[in-house]
C-alpha cells in the first residue's frame, strides 16, 4: 500500500500508466534510503493521499527531487507520463530503465507475498531496493 497511487487508494478504475510512474517515484525514495510515509500506517498514509499530500522527497539531493517530484504528483493529470519524464530528463536509454524498474516492482509485490519470516523478507526487499537506486544512478 505505500507505493500506491493517490488514484489506487481512491478510486481503482481509474488507474493507468502513471500510477506506474508514482510506484517507481516512491520507490526511488526508499532506495536512496528514504522513508516516504515516515513511520506511518496504511491507513494514516490513505488519509494523507486523499487530502493530496505526496511521500517525503527531503532526503534526496537537488538532482533527485527534481526528477522524482513530477513522478508524485497528487494528480495523475498533473504527473508526467513517461515520455514526458524521458523528454527531460533523458536519452532513448530511460525506456529500458524503466521497463527494468518495472521488473523490480513486480519483484517486490512478490516478495511481499511470500510466505517467509519478515527478517527474510526484508533482507529480500533491501536487496530489490539496492539494485533499483544502482540502476537509477547509472542513467542519472
Not at 32 to 44: N, T
Not at 84 to 89: D, G, R, T, Y
Not at 116 to 129: A, D, F, H, T
Request: aromatic share 10%; net charge positive; hydrophobic share 35%.
Amino acid at each position: 500500500p505505500n507505493y500506491m497511487s493517490p488514484e489506487q487508494w481512491i478510486r481503482t478504475k481509474d488507474v493507468d500508466s502513471k500510477t506506474d510512474i508514482w510506484a517507481i517515484g516512491v520507490t526511488l525514495i526508499d532506495a536512496a534510503g528514504g522513508q516516504p510515509w515516515g513511520k506511518k500506517q496504511s491507513h494514516e498514509i490513505q488519509v494523507l493521499l486523499g487530502s493530496g499530500k505526496s511521500p517525503d522527497i527531503s532526503s534526496l539531493d537537488p538532482a533527485q527531487k527534481r526528477l522524482v517530484s513530477v513522478m508524485l504528483m497528487a494528480s495523475p493529470e498533473q504527473r508526467w507520463s513517461a515520455t514526458q519524464i524521458l523528454k527531460e530528463f533523458g536519452d532513448k536509454n530511460w525506456t529500458s530503465f524503466f521497463k527494468e524498474v518495472k521488473e523490480d516492482l513486480n519483484e517486490i509485490k512478490e516478495i511481499k507475498n511470500m510466505n517467509i519470516q519478515n527478517e527474510e523478507k526484508n533482507i529480500l526487499l533491501g536487496e530489490v531496493k539496492k539494485n533499483i537506486f544502482k540502476k537509477f544512478f547509472k542513467k542519472y
